[in-house]
């Protein structure tokens, strides 16, 4: 799964992403402990982490089915998030064809939301599709974040 933490201060909130896979044990703790500046603000390897979109509704690898899909996500709140996606379909089992799906960005609602819908022009079982979602607030840019899709 994907964790997520959410750190409230000062009436601001942030989200995080664990960037190392993770597994639970029973029993077992953990505790992490962001860098702070010494008036107690983020750093801004710290913002931009935190910035970074996290997919909730697909993890990579997933199918999709229908001639649609919506990415849904969680950025933090009111940032931008800049979408790129792209298809690749198989033409008679030889020719890989591309198409650009999306390269807009999106707002976030109030509590980090935002979500896309995909409409390939053309939609064959065995497509893949690879989506690149990029968070945005002010100067502070994240990682991008890189899944891909499979057309079922």
């Known amino acids: 799964g994907i964790v997520v933490a959410r750190l409230a201060n000062s009436g601001q909130v942030r989200f995080a992403t664990a960037d190392q896979p ?4 029973t029993g077992a703790t953990a505790v992490q402990q962001l860098t702070t500046e010494e008036d107690g603000s983020l750093t801004a390897e710290d913002a931009a982490s935190a ?9 990579d690898g997933d199918t999709v089915s229908g001639a649609s899909f919506t990415i849904e996500g969680q950025t933090e709140p009111n940032a931008s998030v800049q979408i790129k996606a792209t298809s690749v ?64």
């Open 51 to 59: 910035l970074q979109p996290v997919v909730t509704n697909y993890k």
């Open 89 to 152: 379909t198989s033409l008679a089992g030889i020719i890989g064809a591309q198409q650009t799906l999306a390269n807009q960005t999106v707002q976030a609602d109030a509590d980090g939301k935002f979500s896309l819908r995909m409409r390939p022009t053309l939609v064959t079982s065995g497509s893949t599709y690879t989506v690149e979602l990029t968070g945005i607030q002010g100067e502070t840019t994240s990682p991008t974040t890189t899944i891909k899709l499979r057309q079922r």
């Open 22 to 25: 993770l597994q639970l044990v």
